[in-house]
């Protein structure tokens, strides 16, 4: 039973567009929301995160907006760019749990 | 070193074998984190460390699965008997402080693959 999903397992972007991805969760104990990047043969890299008391979040090209209610959080780059390209990976936390709890990543493929 | 690196990177046994995977968190870090990823799959978590006690083990799928931080500062991870289903990467990360909101940062992982 997934708490944490990602429901498009692909997305395609022209170069300079907007890229959208999109992650839900169940778990309204979670209060921490996290996007991680990750390229093949690497670790993932921490990108951007959330606390649960905001609903925006902006860094450079990168912003995360949260939808509490609707338990929705999405992460837009703007302008995309080729080096985007790579897996991204919601994941959330709760309470005193240390640990991070994943979706299951989109493939993010920017073209020229 | 400086980030987070884990050995070997690739491991091929065969069903039945034991193997042991090494994590090398950043110097310092007080928390140490493992987590397993199957193929299409989001890493889930297994296991996790404050210095060389472990707090948390509800991950582990079996206890077939152990693991260690005798010193507070390299872990490994042992699996034991292994099977097919073992099959993943094995990825360590590390955070400074205990807090649960310390970013956590990710070793390249070891690819295991159980013939």
């Known amino acids: 039973d997934q708490q944490v999903k990602q429901n498009s397992p692909s997305l395609s972007v022209q170069e300079g567009r907007i890229s959208i991805l999109n992650c839900d969760y169940t778990?309204?104990?979670?209060?921490?929301f996290l996007w991680y990047k990750k390229y093949p043969a690497e670790g993932p890299t921490f990108l951007i995160s959330?606390?649960?008391?905001?609903d925006k979040n902006e860094d450079g090209r990168f912003t995360v907006f949260l939808n509490k209610s609707a338990k929705h959080l999405s992460l837009h780059i703007v302008p995309s760019q080729p080096g985007d390209s790579a897996v991204y990976f919601c994941a959330a936390k709760g309470g005193s749990q240390g640990n991070l709890i994943f979706g299951k990543g989109t493939k993010l493929s920017v073209k020229p | 070193g400086a980030g987070v690196s884990q050995s070997p990177r690739y491991k091929v046994a065969k069903r039945g074998q034991d193997v042991a995977l090494r994590c090398d968190p950043i110097?310092?870090?007080?928390?140490l984190f493992w987590y397993q990823q199957a193929l299409g799959q989001g890493p889930e978590f297994l296991t996790y460390f404050q210095n060389e006690a472990q707090l948390d083990k509800s991950g582990l799928p079996s206890d077939r699965f152990f693991a260690e931080r005798p010193e507070g500062s390299v872990s490994t991870l042992k699996i034991q008997r292994t099977q097919q289903e073992d099959s993943a990467v094995y990825l360590c990360a590390s955070s400074l402080g205990q807090s649960a909101y310390n970013e956590q940062f990710f070793g390249p992982g070891t690819r295991l693959t159980v013939l």
């Open positions: 959330i606390s649960s008391i905001k």
């Open positions: 778990n309204s104990m979670f209060d921490y």
């Open positions: 110097s310092g870090h007080v928390s």
